[in-house]
């Protein structure tokens, strides 16, 4: 009954239920709204695409893509670059270090490179006081050198004590056990001496070690005759003495070194077989002709009307192959012909050739002949600047020493420094300025030495070799072409006094000096006088016998 009773009771509420949310009937829309709803739908554009159009009308890559290959980028430039450190006179690589390379913004006023701003064009030919001088070449250590004086400049009073003290320090540790360093420098880790053989340990390997060659020893000796090998004859002592020797050398080699950093890696060479550094300085033979010349040299900067010297030959060609020279020839053998084929050659490649000279009068000089060969010529002194950017300028040592100094541009565009009359290095009180401005060139300069008077010519050049790192060819010539004789003017004639073979004639220079000091004129007024004595003696003589009047009576 129950269960009857419950059934009907929700049956009535499911049946209140269903009217009470029985679907409404949808209200009619209007026509505004159809026509809205369908512009909507099929004629306004739609913000987004159905993912049932896009999976028809997208094509997709069947590869991985590479997007590195399609953006390109351009290859970063590194800040350091390595640079090895050379010591000796051979030039051996002892270890390297790694330099900081100049960013873009480095300039005249905060950087020695070459590849720095260039500065105002007012301060081209010229420079500044303010500007740093370019890096000069040969000198590989200037950047170790300057950042050892930052470092030095940043230790206090009291650490450059301690350092001083500390100075042995660097290369042995005595405050370890062993009192020398564990770990090289530049090695992550060095060798581990915490296993170490014990005292006891040693004594007896080599004891042991002692023992064996005793009884090597002892079993080669063979008696003959009742007697052993030492009691033989005289071959058998200087063999057993031997043995003793190899037996002492053994020893030696198995005692341990003290200072293992000084014991001998080879056998020690004398002094004298021991051999010198690199040869800058390359001496030419100009007794050899150079037949296949034209070969060599095909395109020549500059030609002349008559045939080139060997020496002259020798040069043009060093200079094609971007060599640096010293033609050390006799004066009027043709020095000048290897400078106007360098400032030739510098017009060819357009760039700069800079003619050094030594007074201001040579430099003038210079000017006027070269402007009658060459069209683009300038003149740079003290208070005359004539075409200062031209291929060709002509200046005293003075001026070029002081645009290194203050760094002018000019300098990135000269390939040849001419320097005549070097033999100026020698002078003692202007000698420094030759030397300065060689030291200070930068590296990419190429050095035409010209002179007549240097007699040690090999080693003036291997110390420019040595000072830039260059090879420097000497070219000399044996003899004067032109002969050169002496004469003195004395009273009215000439008397030679040395000849073409450089022989002194003593003859002409008594004859000379005789006139000169009036002993000419004493030995001629005692000539006359003489010959006037000797007239008048022989008209007495030759008279008729009579006595001169005044006689005696």
Request: charged share 30%; hydrophobic share 35%; proline share 5%.
């Amino acid at each position: 009954m129950s269960r009857l009773l419950i059934d009907k009771l929700a049956d009535l509420n499911l049946t209140n239920g269903d009217a009470s949310h029985a679907p409404q009937q949808p209200q009619p829309r209007s026509i505004e709204t159809i026509k809205a709803d369908l512009e909507a739908e099929f004629l306004s554009p739609p913000k987004t695409f159905s993912a049932e159009w896009l999976n028809k009308l997208q094509q997709r890559w069947e590869f991985q893509t590479s997007y590195r290959e399609l953006c390109q980028l351009a290859p970063t430039q590194t800040r350091t670059v390595t640079r090895f450190t050379r010591e000796g006179l051979d030039g051996r690589v002892t270890g390297y270090k790694e330099v900081t390379v100049p960013a873009s913004s480095a300039t005249a006023k905060n950087s020695t490179s070459i590849l720095r701003k260039p500065a105002n064009r007012a301060d081209f030919v010229r420079g500044a006081a303010g500007f740093f001088p370019f890096a000069p070449g040969g000198l590989d250590g200037v950047d170790a050198i300057q950042a050892f004086e930052d470092h030095d400049t940043q230790l206090g009073e009291s650490d450059r004590k301690a350092a001083s003290k500390r100075g042995l320090d660097k290369i042995i540790n005595f405050g370890t056990e062993d009192g020398l360093l564990s770990v090289p420098p530049g090695f992550p880790r060095g060798l581990d001496f915490s296993k170490k053989v014990k005292g006891a340990e040693m004594d007896n390997a080599v004891e042991d070690v002692l023992n064996e060659e005793i009884k090597a020893t002892d079993e080669n000796i063979v008696e003959v005759d009742g007697h052993t090998n030492g009691d033989a004859g005289s071959d058998d002592v200087t063999s057993s003495d031997q043995d003793a020797e190899d037996d002492d050398t053994d020893l030696e080699d198995l005692l341990p070194v003290e200072f293992a950093a000084l014991q001998p890696r080879g056998q020690l060479s004398a002094a004298s077989t021991t051999k010198s550094g690199r040869e800058w300085a390359h001496v030419v033979d100009i007794n050899k002709d150079l037949p296949n010349f034209k070969e060599l040299v095909p395109d020549m900067a500059r030609t002349w009307p008559f045939e080139l010297d060997i020496f002259q030959k020798e040069a043009v060609y060093h200079l094609e192959n971007g060599d640096s020279v010293f033609v050390a020839a006799h004066t009027s053998a043709g020095k000048t012909v290897v400078a106007e084929y360098a400032i030739a050659l510098a017009a060819k490649h357009m760039t700069k050739a800079i003619y050094t000279s030594p007074i201001k009068a040579l430099s003038n000089q210079k000017f006027r002949d070269f402007k009658e060969v060459f069209d683009d010529v300038g003149i740079l002194t003290g208070d005359v600047q004539i075409n200062p950017e031209a291929s060709c300028l002509i200046m005293t040592t003075e001026i070029l020493r002081s645009m290194l100094y203050r760094g002018a541009d000019l300098i990135r565009d000269v390939e040849f420094v001419i320097f005549d009359e070097v033999h100026y290095v020698n002078d003692l009180e202007r000698g420094v300025v030759w030397e300065e401005v060689i030291i200070m060139l930068p590296e990419h300069v190429t050095l035409i030495l010209l002179s007549a008077t240097v007699p040690n010519t090999h080693e003036f050049a291997s110390w420019v070799g040595r000072t830039k790192k260059k090879d420097i060819y000497v070219i000399s010539t044996p003899k004067r072409p032109v002969p050169l004789e002496h004469y003195l003017w004395a009273g009215k004639d000439m008397h030679k006094i040395v000849d073409s073979e450089k022989r002194f004639i003593e003859k002409g220079w008594k004859a000379a000096n005789d006139v000169l000091s009036g002993v000419g004129k004493v030995k001629e007024q005692k000539a006359l006088e003489t010959s006037a004595s000797s007239r008048g003696n022989g008209t007495a003589r030759g008279g008729r016998g009579q006595e001169p009047r005044g006689g005696q009576r």
